[in-house]
Each structure stands twice: as structure tokens, then as C-alpha cells.
């Protein structure tokens, strides 16, 4: 069929990777709005409300799913890409040079394997355990928390981020994700645009400076929390 | 001046291949290949099997002269093919490494000679214009825009040499398949077959094993025509058109 055809041409898995990509790039804006709740001085109240509505709510639920299939999708074709690029390559040249590429192009695929990583204890960190609440429901690693504006309990997942952040191996490995997450975005976020076509002396200057600022803020944006936090601790 | 040359040597397609160590007297006058034809001949004398490379218009039009050199395509020159690159970049005493192109779609035949046959065959796939033989039609009967003929030269100036896939880390074939699409798209006369032509020789490509693009662009800048990844974004646009597109 046209469309299978489609997606297993050279062009048609570089599209899936950069519209996967792109997607990938809206959530993490999403996700970062969420996380800056956190720097709110409120003993958690906003941030608290906020993770209930998004785990609640049946439209961000679907639109979860969503974002879990196209993360496993850009992750397997993605490693899929290198294995395939790497044998179209045979073998390599006995003089290496670094004067006609960047560094974060040509390892996109160990960029992403390391996020991948980082978000399975991430997910196993944060994520796996607001759920295990619901089984475990008197478990003191979860503890409840009045939320004023929903008027009613919801899991304290602010103290759980907290105390995480208490641990400055858990920063240093959150800040170290988050140095990846750039290096990734810094190649990816442009190179998305180039894939799908679109490119214009116009406008192409734009979405690459847009591409640096995204790979530069976003990151930044993310690595400020546990900064912050532990700053507070410390003074 | 004395150089160091470090050779890949390989018998035939499927024998082992290994380094070997050379010394060679050079002029800053030169050739890149001038110089290798130096060995070649000291090699003879000494009733040793010369180096294979290939080579033919030796000004830079042909694209058969293209080798790996220092870890290069073409050398460390810019926008120069082998053959123009001289003796003059290098000083007495340098070591020179000299590898053939690697890419799997591209198996080695001898030494530093590969077989690009499969550049052939992405051409006989869609690269034509399909018109009637008989005159010279008249230059100028169709009117092109300056850019637009700019841009198709610029694309047409492709020698087909496969510094891109010898530089891409993924052994990809898109800029040249690119330039090629992109020089008979941007014509009057290339745009009536367009969207067959870019699925044609898509599937070719894919079919000869090259890989995918990642947008790394070291083929830009080691392609010794400058060929621009402008053209990658034209034929994945081509691309999505030929399948998306409405039929007219
Ligand atoms: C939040 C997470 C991520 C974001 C925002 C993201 C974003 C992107 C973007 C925009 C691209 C460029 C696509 C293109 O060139 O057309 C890309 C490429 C790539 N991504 Fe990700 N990515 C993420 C996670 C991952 C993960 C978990 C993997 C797992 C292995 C991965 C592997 C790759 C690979 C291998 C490429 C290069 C594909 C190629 O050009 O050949 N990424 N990514
Ligand atoms: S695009 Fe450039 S590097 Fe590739 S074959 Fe054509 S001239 Fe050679
Ligand atoms: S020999 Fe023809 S381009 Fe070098």
C-alpha cells in the first residue's frame, strides 16, 4: 500500500523522526510550564493542584497516550535509522576529522539513547510512584496534601520532588539529562524543518537561531528547579 | 619535497585490504595525482604493482578522481576535486593517509578505485528529460527566470564524484540524488516528468542501499561543487508531494 511504502522509504522514516520530533519539542514546553509551578513559594499547593488536573483530566489523559506512542515510536525508529545508516556506512576511515560536521549531528542516536535512560528513572522516579499510590494508598513515601484550590487531597508529588532534591546526586544526574536534552535539541530542533522540506532563505536563518534558543531555554528551563532548590536548602 | 605516503592497498573486491608505507619525492607544481603517478612509476621500476585510482579529465569535470585523503574526500581543500588539489598545501616532511571512498553501496574494486555504479543507476531510474531526437530545439523559446536557471546550474554543476556519501557518516546518497532531481525540477522542460522522476529515483536510491540523510551536512562541505543541502529540503518536498499531492 502507498502508505506503507510511504513510511518505509529513506524520506518517509525521516519524516516519522521529525514530526515524532517536533511533537516531542510542544511537550516538553507543556511539561516545563507545569514543572516552573514548582519554583511557586506555596508548599506546593499550585504545583500539587496542577499535576491532579493533568493526570485527571480524560483529554490530557488521551493526549498522554498520545505522547507515550510517539516517544516509543521516535526512540525505536530512531535506533532502527542508526543501525541501518551505520551498515550503509561499512566501515570507517583510519584518519577521523572534525572539520566538516558538528559533534551533536553525528551522535544523535547515543544523545537519544541516554535520554531514553534518563527518562526511565525519571518515569520510575516520579511518575511510577504517583501511580503505585493508588495501590498502596498508606505508603509514607507518598504522603496526601490538601489542595485549596481543587478542595479536596491530592498526592503530595511536590514534597516527592522535594525530597529528591534533597539527594545532589539526583541534581547532578538531572542537570547532566538535561545537558543531553540540549545537545539533542541543538542538531534535532532545525534539522526537523530541513527533513520536512522546509527551507527558505527567508525564513530558515530564523528557525535555526529559533532552534539554538530552544535547545539553549528549554534545558535551562528544567534545570533551574533542582538549582534553585537545593540553593534554598543550602542557604 | 619528501613525503610519507600511508596507502590502502586491497587486491580485488572481496581480499583484505591493509596500509602500506610509501616514500615519495614531490613538487609543489604538482597534482595530488601527478604526485601518485611519481609513486606509480617508482613502484614500476622496482617491479612492484602500482597503486590503482582512478582518474580521467584530471580538470576537476569528470568526478572520478575522488579519494579519502587525511580523513577527506578530495583532501582538505574546498570546493577542489583531487586532481586540482596541489602539492603547494602540503610541506616537506608531511605524512599523507590515502584511503579509498567507504560506503557499502560503493564496494571496492582495487586499491582506491570503487565501483560508483550505483550513481548509474539512480540516473537511468528518472535522471533524463524524455524528449524527441531531431534538431536542436532553439535555445531560447522558452523564457527561465535568471534564478531559476542559476539555481538548476548551480545543481547541474554535480560531477557525481560521491565526496557526499564518502563524507556522510551514514554512507547517504541524498545530495547527489538531490542535485540531480533538483537541476531538471527547477526547467520548464524537467518539471513535465517531476514528481515520477523524484519517486523513480528515491526508491533507486533506497534500493542500492544508501543511507538516510540525519542533515549532518559534512557532504556540503566537502562536495567539491558546493553543492548546497538546499536541495536535500527540494527533493524531500518533491518527495512528499509526489505522494501527497493532489493528481492535478
Ligand atoms: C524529549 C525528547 C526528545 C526530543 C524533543 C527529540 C527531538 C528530536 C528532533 C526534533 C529530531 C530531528 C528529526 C530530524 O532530523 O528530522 C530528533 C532526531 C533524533 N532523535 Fe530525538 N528527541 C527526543 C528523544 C529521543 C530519544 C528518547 C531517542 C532514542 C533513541 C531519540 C533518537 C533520535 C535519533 C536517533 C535522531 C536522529 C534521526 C536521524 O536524523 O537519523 N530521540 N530528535
Ligand atoms: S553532490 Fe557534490 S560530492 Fe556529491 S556527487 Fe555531486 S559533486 Fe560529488
Ligand atoms: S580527474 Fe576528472 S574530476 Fe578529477
Known sequence: ???????????????????????????????????????????GEAFNSYAYIMTHNPLIKFISIANYFFIGLHAVVGILLYFVNRNAKGSSYAVKTKDNASIASKNMALLGSLILAFLFIHMGDFWLKMKMAKWYPDADWLPLAQSEALGHEVIDLYVRV???????????????????????????????????????????PLISGLGKAFA???????????????????? | MK?????????????????????VEADEHMSFLEMLDVLNEQLIHEKKEPVAFEHDCREGICGTCNMVIDGRPHGPQQGTTTCQLH????KDGDTITIEPIRAKS????????????????????????SV??????????????????SRAFDAATCIGCGACVA??????????????????ALLPQGKVEHTKRTSKMVAQMDKEGFGMCSNVEACEVECPKEISTDNIARMNRSFLGSIFGSEG
Open chain 2, 132 to 149: 524527441n531526437t531531431g534538431q536542436a530545439p532553439d535555445a531560447n523559446a522558452i523564457p527561465i527566470e535568471k534564478d531559476q536557471s
Open chain 2, 106 to 129: 560503493f564496494p571496492i574494486i582495487k586499491d582506491l578505485a570503487v565501483d560508483r555504479s550505483s550513481f548509474d543507476r539512480i540516473i537511468q531510474a528518472g535522471g533524463y528529460i
Open chain 1, 216 to 235: 539553549i531555554l528549554i534545558p535551562l528551563g528544567f534545570a533551574i528547579i533542582p538549582i534553585f532548590h537545593y540553593l534554598n536548602i543550602l542557604f
Open chain 2, 167 to 184: 563524507a556522510c557518516p551514514n554512507g547517504s546518497a541524498m545530495l547527489f540524488t538531490a542535485a540531480k532531481i533538483s537541476h531538471l
Open chain 1, 162 to 204: 522535594t525530597t529528591a532534591f534533597d539527594n545532589i546526586w539526583l541534581v547532578l544526574a538531572y542537570l547532566i539529562g538535561q545537558l543531553i536534552l540540549s545537545f539533542h535539541l541543538w542538531h534535532g530542533f532545525a534539522s526537523a524543518f530541513q527533513t520536512l522540506g522546509l527551507r527558505h532563505k527567508k525564513y530558515t
Open chain 2, 3 to 23: 613525503l610519507n605516503l600511508k596507502i590502502w592497498r586491497q587486491k580485488g573486491p572481496d581480499s583484505t585490504g591493509g596500509f602500506e608505507t610509501y616514500m
Open chain 1, 1 to 43: 500500500m502507498w502508505i506503507i511504502n510511504f513510511l518505509l522509504s529513506s524520506i518517509g522514516r525521516k519524516i516519522i523522526m521529525s514530526l515524532t520530533g517536533l511533537f516531542l519539542c510542544l511537550f516538553l514546553v507543556i511539561h516545563l510550564l507545569g514543572n516552573l509551578q514548582l519554583l511557586v513559594d506555596d508548599g
Open chain 2, 87 to 90: 602539492m603547494r598545501a602540503y
